[in-house]
């Protein structure tokens, strides 16, 4: 059974970055496309980002753009969101999730699979 385990968070000051990375375990035969969401206190859960098997393909939300990048190693199972010039209102719970298709889905139901949530603080 494939499990995904995100790493990374903590507590930064604003306009400072984080890396998160999510690393699947398990038999990860899967070429679906895998997505970051997060879920801030008292707020419905959103897409960040997400990305095809490839990588030729990524989604971010506008709220991120120019800001965070997404990114895969397949080799190693892992897919890593970088966040730059983070601010207070970036706190949240960040979720690594994995596709139900190749395709990239900005729903909650687009994701079959998730991590336990990696808690990431910016403080101002």
């Known amino acids: 059974q494939v499990q995904l385990v995100e790493s990374g968070g903590g507590l930064v000051q604003a306009g400072g970055s984080l890396t998160l990375s999510c690393t699947a375990s398990?038999?990860?035969?899967?070429?679906?496309?895998m997505g970051w969401f997060r879920q801030a206190p008292g707020k419905e859960r959103e897409i960040v980002a997400a990305i095809t098997w490839t990588g030729l393909y990524r989604y971010y939300a506008d709220f991120v753009k120019g800001r965070f990048t997404i990114s895969r190693d397949n080799a190693k199972n892992m897919v890593v969101l970088q966040m730059n010039s983070l601010k207070p209102e970036d706190t949240a719970v960040y979720y690594c999730?994995?596709?139900?298709?190749?395709?990239?889905?900005?729903?909650?139901?687009?994701?079959?699979?998730w991590g336990q949530g990696a808690q990431v603080t910016v403080s101002s």
């Open positions: 999730a994995a596709g139900r298709t190749e395709g990239i889905g900005g729903r909650e139901s687009d994701y079959a699979l």
């Open positions: 398990g038999r990860t035969e899967s070429r679906n496309a």
